[in-house]
């Protein structure tokens, strides 16, 4: 070999591993620590800024970095839990909802309130979105679902198509068609423009309780109480294409990273990233030991992901990293699959080296007693013997022969899907707060609370 072929794969190599060495001293910022449960969190379009809307009726106000987060402004503007906030698409105002059912407008630099609605809607706000710079849309717990110009001052469209709380919400890219989840196990579109409803699916008998966009717009994902993600073809709302279930609980919340991969946030308390067509479980992003995930949110440049949840803590998560990890599709999804980690610790000690044991299928087996006690019975019939042997080698034959399907209705071919089994309710740790009003059967009795009451 020639020195300058010689020279340039060594330029190769040295580049690389400078690119590896970059990845793993990414650096974040600290946890943001509150007194009392954050219910949603907003990124500031244009500058380090989050804000938090706490179970009080306060929203505070933080700038971030690596080095130290500070506490920018705290308003005082609402009477109870902030439920809902976002920041305009300029930047300048932050749009709150709460449940003391009001929804107000509030002045970034100045901390004044320059519009509110004190009677917004007939129940306590639970989700809002905002849609463009003038429009805003909001839902609550019984249901309705309003459209608001902040121009004119009042709603523009007022519906009750649901008959449970509205969940939350999610636009295209053309601000045309706006899909609403439902505790009502409903997803509802309505054409923004025409001010109407268009369709609403069939009732998936179990409740939605997020969504997102994915695959440049060709897919909808939606978030469920049993912990299964439902897919939607576009325009195609009035039944779900396909499913992928294995969080082995709810999924509150799900956040894009990229076209083909999302972060969603579950009632164990763990972010995990999962890759879209063909449906794989990445690993774990993060972690907040074992307190229900409330939001997630990511950054303008998509950087990076903070969550919020009832351990009265803001984490932040470097998911830069996850366009590099590449999924085998010719491979099909197996269920002993330990998760992988995919933080980025950044040199501090990892919390999730042994992390995914929950999510861990162990085969089934005879236990010890069993063996020993059929080892000492010399009185079994030999015809016993036989059955009992025919009856294992099924068992096993059962079990190898196990997969994953998820029923596919546009010629799309089926993904294997993992099954994680979760834990029997009565062995959670988790009081009624924590378990966001949910009985031990995991079903809601009444209008859901943010705040976990009812």
């Known amino acids: 070999l020639s020195p300058d072929v010689v020279y340039f794969a060594a330029y190769v190599v040295m580049a ?28 500031h379009p244009s500058k380090p800024l989050i804000a938090a809307g706490v179970i009080t009726g306060e929203v505070t106000l933080h700038s971030y970095a690596p080095a130290a ?38 002045d970034v630099e ?58 939350d919400m999610a636009v295209d890219e053309e601000k045309r068609l706006l899909l609403t989840t439902s505790g009502d196990g409903t997803m509802t579109t309505f054409n923004i423009r025409r001010r109407k409803k268009v369709m ?43 499913r992928f279930p294995g969080h082995p609980m709810s999924v509150d919340c799900i956040v894009p990273v990229t076209e083909n991969i999302v972060c969603t946030g579950s009632m164990d308390g763990v972010i995990r990233a999962v890759h879209i067509l063909p449906n794989r479980f990445m690993g774990v992003v993060g972690e907040h030991e074992e307190f229900p995930i409330e939001q997630i949110r990511i950054t303008p440049n998509s950087e990076m992901i903070a969550s919020c949840s009832h351990d009265h803590k803001i984490k932040f ?20 699959n330990k998760p992988k980690n995919l933080k980025k610790t950044g040199g501090h000690e990892d919390f999730f080296a042994d992390f995914g044991k929950d999510l861990e299928v162990k085969p089934v ?58 834990e029997d309710e009565d062995s959670r740790d988790l009081d009624t707060t924590e378990s966001k009003g949910r009985t031990a059967g995991g079903k809601i009795e009444g209008p859901k609370d943010k705040s976990g009451k009812l």
């Open 16 to 43: 690389e591993e400078q690119e590896k060495t970059e990845d793993d001293q990414v650096r974040i910022p600290a946890d943001i620590k509150f007194e009392d449960l954050v219910v949603d969190i907003s990124f």
């Open 69 to 106: 987060n500070t506490l920018v402004r705290t308003f005082k503007h609402h009477k109870r839990a902030a439920r809902a906030v976002a920041f305009s698409k300029d930047g300048n105002s932050l749009i709150t909802s709460s449940k003391d059912r009001s929804l107000q407008v509030v």
């Open 110 to 167: 100045t901390g004044k309130v320059g519009q509110s609605f004190l009677q917004a809607h007939p129940a306590p706000v639970y989700c809002q979105l905002v849609i463009s710079e003038r429009m805003v849309a909001t839902g609550d717990d019984e249901g309705n679902l309003k459209l608001w110009d902040l121009r004119k001052g009042h709603p523009i469209m007022e519906l009750q198509e649901n008959q449970d709380f509205i969940s």
């Open 200 to 242: 609403q699916s069939e009732n998936m008998e179990d409740e939605l309780l997020s969504v997102a966009i994915v695959k440049d717009g060709s897919k909808v994902i939606c978030g469920t109480g049993e912990g299964a993600l439902n897919f939607f073809n576009w325009e195609e709302f009035g039944n779900i294409s396909d």
């Open 317 to 336: 998560w470097h998911v830069a990293h996850l366009e590099k990890e590449t999924i085998d599709a010719s491979k099909k999804a197996k269920r002993d």
């Open 365 to 422: 087996t005879e236990s010890e007693d069993d063996v020993d006690e059929e080892e000492s019975d010399s009185d079994h019939d030999e015809t016993e013997d036989v059955i009992d042997g025919e009856d294992a080698n099924d068992s096993e034959d059962e079990e190898e022969s196990e997969e994953f399907s998820s029923d596919v209705s546009d010629n799309e071919e089926s993904e294997e899907s993992e099954d994680f089994s979760s």
